[in-house]
């Protein structure tokens, strides 16, 4: 039953503590996103490197639009400039790019990006890079909810043949393994509404180190620690 060894196909990442990173140097909670970009394009150098399927990021959650609009607004300028300046160096990579979450709600010309980006690498086949972006896990599961519903209204399937794999297939990347490995950074321990259904079974991984401090060597160290544990998915 055990995994005990093995490399995870798939690791989730909640990049937290850009803000803290910052004012501990008396900066501001921007300058700490910069740097924490520049901190996420080495993890994903070193997520391709160690061999990992799919990476998935929790970028932007629908609750961040309470941040302040400066900050909002900067985080948004952030993943355009994201977008535009990385994205043939990740095709080069064999990298596909996705996302995940409520992309109707964002900007117009990050849609446009998205949009542009998921077509630009659908071909790669090294590594899946998802971009949890306007996401939160109740919205996916209610979304979920909407389409099943409408599905039935539509005389698509009958309500007894509705099953956990059924349902899955309505998520927002079904085709996705969920996570094996979630990595949260700095102290906090608690998942925030990410991928709520898919984190079931997936060992959770805490650091304390703050996000723009999230090494590559700290990234193995996460794996490594996954790679000694022995996941029974609810067996003996």
Request: aromatic fraction near 10%.
């Amino acid at each position: 039953m055990g995994e005990k060894g093995k490399l995870p196909i798939h690791v989730a990442i909640i990049m937290d503590g850009n803000g803290r990173w910052a004012q501990k140097r008396g900066l501001s909670r921007i300058y700490g996103h910069k740097r924490g970009v520049e901190r996420t394009e080495e993890i994903i150098e070193a997520a391709k490197e160690i061999g990992i399927k799919y990476l998935t990021l929790f970028t932007f959650s629908t609750e961040n639009w309470k941040r302040p609009e400066e900050e909002v607004n900067f985080l948004m300028g952030l993943l355009e400039d994201y977008l535009q300046s990385k994205m043939n160096k990740l095709i080069e990579e064999n990298i596909r790019f996705n996302v995940m979450g409520r992309i109707s709600g964002l900007p117009k010309s990050v849609q446009a990006l998205i949009n542009e980006a998921m077509e630009r690498s659908a071909h790669c086949r090294d590594m899946v890079l998802t971009l949890a972006l306007n996401y939160g896990g109740r919205a996916e599961i209610v979304d979920a909810v909407k389409k099943i519903a409408k599905r039935l209204m539509d005389n698509g399937f009958n309500p007894n043949d509705i099953d956990e794999e059924i349902f899955a297939r309505f998520l927002y990347c079904p085709q996705i393994p969920e996570p094996d490995l979630l990595i949260r950074t700095s102290g906090e321990m608690r998942i925030s509404n990410f991928m709520l259904w898919q984190l079931a079974y997936t060992e959770l991984y805490f650091t304390d180190t703050l996000w723009p401090d999230f090494t590559k060597e700290e990234f193995a160290k996460a794996i490594e620690d996954y790679m000694r544990r022995e996941r029974r998915f609810g067996g003996v």
